[in-house]
């Protein structure tokens, strides 16, 4: 019964997306998703680039010094919108279906999203 309701995201990995709140907030530049997480009670993304932290490793047989990484982490779902290549702009989707595929459609542009 988990995953009978599960809620359904027009955004998936590798797709570009801006960043629509936050400290990264930039709706002129798109980045690319690297991973989703619909898992969770609140869903989060990977956005390149976007809520960069610190991470300090421990020394190991590969690093016996240590480091220190910058590297991405998770943002909330709801602080993205889809990129629409055609108006150059941030756009909702809506699905149609045909031959039993679901596609997204740009609701701007009326453009389909690959």
């Known amino acids: 019964m988990k995953n009978r309701f599960k809620?359904?995201?027009?955004?998936?990995?590798?797709d570009q997306v801006v960043v629509i709140t936050g400290d990264d907030?930039?709706?002129?530049?798109?980045?690319?998703?690297?991973?989703?997480?619909?898992?969770?009670?609140?869903?989060?993304?990977?956005?390149?680039?976007?809520?960069?932290?610190?991470?300090?490793?421990?020394?190991?047989?590969?690093?016996?010094?240590?480091?220190i990484v910058k590297q991405e982490a998770p943002i909330a779902i709801s602080n993205v919108m889809l990129w629409d290549a055609k108006t150059k702009s941030a756009t909702k989707v809506r699905t149609e279906r045909k031959d039993g595929k679901a596609l997204r459609i740009s609701k701007k542009s009326g453009e389909v999203i690959k």
């Open 7 to 14: 809620t359904k995201y027009s955004i998936k990995r590798g």
């Open 25 to 67: 907030k930039d709706l002129n530049t798109p980045k690319a998703v690297l991973s989703v997480n619909t898992d969770d009670v609140s869903p989060r993304i990977i956005v390149e680039g976007v809520n960069m932290v610190t991470k300090h490793i421990k020394p190991n047989a590969q690093s016996p010094q240590g480091s």
